[in-house]
């Protein structure tokens, strides 16, 4: 987060907002906002005998928003002001007399009688005043969410309809509309918390207390695009214009040097068995000291209820252990080649040649050999001039040289074209039924890269939405599972994409129960409708 925050307001600079001096990096940003919400940590009142018995303190559970406003005349309350550097920690604060005056005599009373006197609830005051840590940077004012939960029962929020935001709580979004009066609120960080406040399950009503905190605040929301069914609790409740972020690049998880010097072991093992007899024991003292029988268990002594030890496991016969090794070896194999997200993403940042590489090599496995991955990599690093140079960090490979393309006066071939000639390079014999299966591959292939290359509409798209103009809408999803539609990143995603709907598997559900309840007559059976698509 560090990373793409400071990108963004660097965004916000270049497009002319007022984002005062910033920082060389962005963990020098956060630093200073932690330095401002620590100040905060100080100034936590007694609570109640009665209140700390249900367990009433909020629980530090926090996100980050950004406010951003155009306007000078901020309220008095608002004590960091410009003139004050950003990492000096003073806090901004609210008087509780002014969040009464917000909220307004009943809500006010709701407050109250959840968490009694608006000051003495165990939350960050200085008396008389809630206090907000965060910076501001010209008329950008970056804050963190106050705490939600409670001590003890961190979901009690949630799910309890009758229950209110503590007072710290509604001073933050009260301010950020009526103190800070900002012309709208980005938010950065999954999940937040606003839209999950009592009422989850429902639709906003003016009694709702996401709708009373973020009144008529745009309120834009950098969400994970593989997340899209939480998503839409943001859309639905936080009224949050979603734009989606891509997920990090895919790895392998590889195994550490004892799992490894095991899979070898066992690899040798059953070579030969009798002659190896003598790796049997030292297999065995391995498993036991890597611990590794609770994840892949040897069922046989499981069922006779011996433990699994390397005394033990002499008891058993030599096919018994061979059948186990195997099984063994192949859960290695598996967990050696399993996906894990690498690294960080950065908001609107393009994947270079390498990231691209990871995500095709994690989206075809195995259905496309290495090198003609790499050749897809290559191909689309030289139409795209932006990546050649992310080519030099591929240099542990043996790329081969991009195959010859005949522009012919007109620009780039078509990926068609690039497609073919892949296709007679690396797969010269294959039949035809299977080479226009691979060429439906590599045309993926090409068609993910230029998704992937259009990231940058993350950031293109939140300065769109800043602006108050138009967020292309997408299905949210994840590449490995839904495929190259959940892309390019940057959209207002939504969950519900009519064009997979129904599933073919639904569809045969749902035919199977249309035909045993409808009239047994062949006639009948021939006018069930199709499906619409």
Known sequence: MPRSLLKLLQALQAEGYRVGDLPDNGETLIDWVKAADDATSGYVNPMPEDFAAQGSLP???????????????????????????????????VNIRQLEHWLGYLLSHRVEKQWGDLTRTGIKTDGDNFLLGGVQLGNVWIGVQPPLGIAGDPMRLMFERDLTPHPQ???FYQWLQKGFQADAVVHFGMHGTVEWLPGAPLGN?????????????????????????????????????????????????GLYKDLVALRELIAEYREDPDKNAVLRDFILKKIADTGLEA????????????????????????????????????????????????????????????????????????????????????????????????????TDRTIPPAVATDKGGKGDPHPTVEADRLLHRFYPDEPEPQQQGIKAKLLEAFEICDRLSQTTDELTNLLRGLNGEYIPPAPGGDLLRDGPGVLPT????????????????????????????????????????????
Not at 207 to 223: Q, R, T
């Open 59 to 93: 629980e530090l559970r926090s996100q980050g928003s950004l406010g951003l406003s155009n306007s000078n005349g901020h309220d008095s309350t608002r004590t960091l002001g410009s003139d004050i550097p950003p990492g000096s920690g003073t806090p901004t604060t």
């Open 490 to 533: 940057g959209r207002n995603i939504h969950a519900l994409d009519p064009y997979r709907m129904p599933s073919p598997a639904a569809y045969e559900r749902g035919r199977a129960i249309a035909r045993s309840s409808w009239p047994n007559t062949s006639k009948s059976r021939g006018n069930i409708p199709k499906p619409w698509r």
């Open 205 to 253: 009503t003016g009694y709702s207390w996401s709708d009373i905190l973020l009144g008529n605040l745009p309120h834009l929301y950098v969400y994970a695009a593989n997340n899209p069914s939480e998503s839409i609790l943001a859309k639905r409740r936080g009224y949050g214009v979603l734009v989606s972020h891509n997920v990090p690049t895919y790895g392998r998880a």
């Open 169 to 171: 709580y509604a001073a």
């Open 295 to 394: 994840d892949c268990p040897f069922t046989e002594a499981r069922n006779l209820g011996i433990e699994f030890t390397p005394d033990n496991g002499r008891l058993f016969s030599k096919d018994a252990l061979l059948a186990y090794f195997a099984h063994l070896y192949e859960y290695l194999q598996v967990l050696e080649n399993r996906l894990f997200s690498s690294g960080l993403h950065v908001l609107g940042q393009a994947p270079d040649a390498e990231a691209l590489h990871s995500y095709l090599e994690a989206y075809f496995g195995e259905d496309l050999k290495p090198a003609v991955l790499e050749a897809v990599v290559t191909q689309w690093s030289d139409r795209c001039p932006q990546n050649r140079a992310s080519l030099e960090t591929l």
